[in-house]
């Protein structure tokens, strides 16, 4: 009985007992659970039904026999094993366990944290469905062949079979026989797209050069991306060597110096909470960047702050997962003779899922072997802003597809340098020129400039966003993939045909999707014990709080323009939503790309001009 109450008060077991009660719902990815509260406040409250303790009972004469018996029955089990009121009250809750940390539908699986992003050996939307068989199977013209292999089927089946033909009723129905499909390949549109794109630019830098001949390097793009490149390299290394400080803290961890829970969980939230407040002013005031570099610079901060956060809490949640196994496996074996079977249940079931945890990537059971400046490093390289212990890798390197990609990026880069130095730039002069000119001679003329401007940036800009995004989502971050053997190569879905803001959001950036499903939606409900509603509201709001940063870099004013667009998607995927829509995916998708198309234009002119 002493036993029984030591361990009752030992406060990592008030601890186990918290986590695998119904009050703890469901612990989602990577969070951290509160320190042990007194017994006073482990109450729990009243405001819902389905998580009270104790059930309110009609007092009838038909359940106070049976209530009785059960008391009795509650009695002999406190003589034999007793616990204090606030175990009794635990130990009610038991069967709400499984909805924990099992299945629903199957009470022998165990739920990871971990399961909510997966990564599988897959390949990009682009080369997949174009590259690849353009490079492999094309050969020329296929739906002529088709027509005549079809034709030659119709005529051998006529010379063979006698068919009778029904003309009195008129069908619609198409002169190829049921299963039959007409297939061609659209690899040669790809192809004529770039080469489209690529004439443009040439005829661009002949008119240049008939007129200036050859001083390119008079060119404001091509100053932008030319100058103080060293700075700018010394400069974004020492952010990336900073980063290893979650490393540090993490070895210190593991020599058993300091503790996660407390030392190393304070260190590592303050050092990526004033990582981008104190790198910020040095790239956008300190020294005077242009704004090509200020995003850059500012884009990969945030890059380094989500990697150090996710490879740090991802070890951190495993350090509470190991210490709890070492501590569950300690009191089975301390008290095994006198805890009753519901408490042995308890711990034996927390060191399974434990065990489960730790071995849900690696059988080897690798952490914390992968706590190392090495393993960091190389999560650093991959294309991937999730850290895991174990990636899909491919067997070699294609070197022939790394040079495939490589002219793809330089080749992207010259197009986007093209179209922002020839088709936005004397733009965007216009637009400082209106935003210099209070009156503009009225509201009347001045809206009306507005609007010019606005049309007059929408071409160019859009040209300039998709290939900003085939660069950097399809070409750069291939070549990464593929220099480092990196197998999972969704980095984007298919975008263009979504018929809603919210399908949006959730493929066209699948690092940053996967990122904010893991450390901010469901950290968000385990640790601030938000909604699904709320959680996805907190989402969104921090995701837009980043984008206005991102404009604070290029203009170095606040105007929160791109906010509300951010936050605006709510307002557009609730019409979406609406069965007017939903029944028209077709007017869905034509809204949609009406909006990525004048979108990124409305806010770049709100920017410039007010």
């Known amino acids: 009985m002493t036993e029984t109450k030591d361990l009752l008060q030992d406060e990592e077991f008030l601890k186990i007992r918290r986590l695998n009660s119904a009050e703890a719902n469901k612990r989602h990815s990577v969070t951290y659970d509160n320190v042990i509260l007194p017994q006073e406040s482990?109450?729990?409250?009243?405001?819902?039904?389905?998580?009270?303790?104790?059930?309110?009972?009609?007092?009838t004469e038909g359940v106070e026999s049976t209530e009785a018996e059960r008391v009795a029955g509650k009695q002999e089990q406190e003589e034999e094993y007793p616990v204090d009121a606030h175990m009794q009250k635990y130990l009610s809750h038991l069967k709400s366990k499984s909805r924990s940390r099992f299945h629903r539908k199957d009470a022998s699986k165990y739920v990871s944290f971990f399961g909510d992003v997966s990564f599988d050996p897959r390949p990009t939307l682009l080369d997949s469905a174009i590259n690849v068989p353009f490079q492999t199977t094309f050969k020329g013209p296929v739906l002529e062949k088709q027509l005549k292999n079809l034709q030659l089927t119709k005529t051998k089946t006529k010379a063979t079979v006698k068919t009778t033909v029904k003309t009195t009723e008129k069908t619609d129905k198409a002169d190829a026989p049921p299963g039959e499909k007409l297939e061609s390949n659209f690899s040669g549109i790809y192809v004529f797209a770039w080469m489209f794109l690529g004439w443009i630019a040439i005829r661009?830098?002949?008119d240049y050069y008939a007129s200036y001949g050859s001083?390119?390097?008079?060119l404001e793009i091509v100053q932008y991306m030319t100058t103080d490149l060293f700075t700018i390299a010394m400069l974004d290394l020492a952010m990336f060597l900073c980063t290893f400080?979650?490393?540090?803290?993490?070895?210190?961890?593991?020599?058993?110096?300091i503790n996660w829970k407390w030392t190393g969980f304070v260190a590592v939230s303050i050092f990526e909470l004033a990582f981008i407040p104190v790198t910020f002013p040095i790239y956008v005031y300190y020294f005077d960047f242009n704004w090509v570099t200020r995003?850059?610079?500012?884009?990969?901060?945030?890059v380094f702050v989500m990697k150090s956060h996710s490879f740090a809490f991802y070890n951190g949640y495993l350090w509470d997962i190991k210490q709890e196994l070492e501590y569950s496996s300690k009191q089975l074996q301390k008290y095994k003779e006198s805890l009753s079977p519901e408490t042995r249940e308890i711990l034996q079931k927390s060191c399974d899922f434990c065990l489960f945890e730790l071995n849900y990537q690696t059988k080897d059971n690798d952490f914390p072997n992968n706590i190392s400046c090495s393993n960091f490093f190389m999560f650093c390289l991959f294309p991937v802003l999730v850290y895991q212990i174990n990636y899909p890798r491919t067997s070699r390197i294609r070197w022939r597809y790394v040079l495939e990609k490589v002219c793809a990026i330089i080749g992207t880069i010259f197009l986007m340098m093209v179209t922002a130095q020839f088709f936005m730039h004397p733009v965007a002069m216009r637009c400082i020129q209106f935003h210099n000119t209070p009156t503009f001679g009225g509201w009347i003329p001045a809206t009306q400039e507005w609007f010019h401007l606005l049309f007059d940036m929408?071409?160019?800009?859009?040209v300039l966003y998709m290939l900003t995004f085939y660069m950097i989502w399809d070409a750069l971050l291939n070549c990464v993939a593929e220099l480092t053997r990196f197998a999972d190569r969704y980095f984007y879905g298919d975008w263009w045909n979504c018929v809603s803001f919210e399908e949006f959001s959730r493929i066209w950036n699948v690092p940053v999707h996967k990122f904010l499903l893991r450390h901010v939606y469901h950290s968000s409900m385990g640790a601030l014990h938000?909604?699904?509603?709320?959680?996805?509201?907190?989402?969104?709001?921090?995701s837009a709080v980043f984008h206005e940063m991102a404009m604070f870099a290029i203009f170095r004013r606040v105007r929160g323009y791109l906010f509300m667009f951010q936050l605006s998607q709510f307002v557009w995927t609730a019409l979406s939503n609406t069965k007017f829509l939903r029944a028209r995916p077709q007017l869905s998708n034509v809204v949609f790309s009406f909006g990525v198309c004048s979108g990124p234009s409305i806010i770049m002119t709100l920017y410039l001009t007010l």
């Open 42 to 59: 482990m109450e729990v409250s009243p405001r819902s039904s389905t998580t009270s303790l104790v059930e309110p009972v009609e007092s």
């Open 204 to 206: 661009c830098c002949t």
């Open 215 to 218: 001083a390119w390097n008079k």
């Open 245 to 257: 400080f979650v490393v540090f803290v993490h070895w210190l961890v593991k020599k058993r110096i």
């Open 295 to 302: 995003i850059f610079l500012f884009l990969h901060s945030v």
């Open 458 to 462: 929408i071409p160019g800009f859009t």
């Open 530 to 542: 938000l909604s699904k509603s709320q959680a996805t509201l907190f989402t969104f709001f921090l």
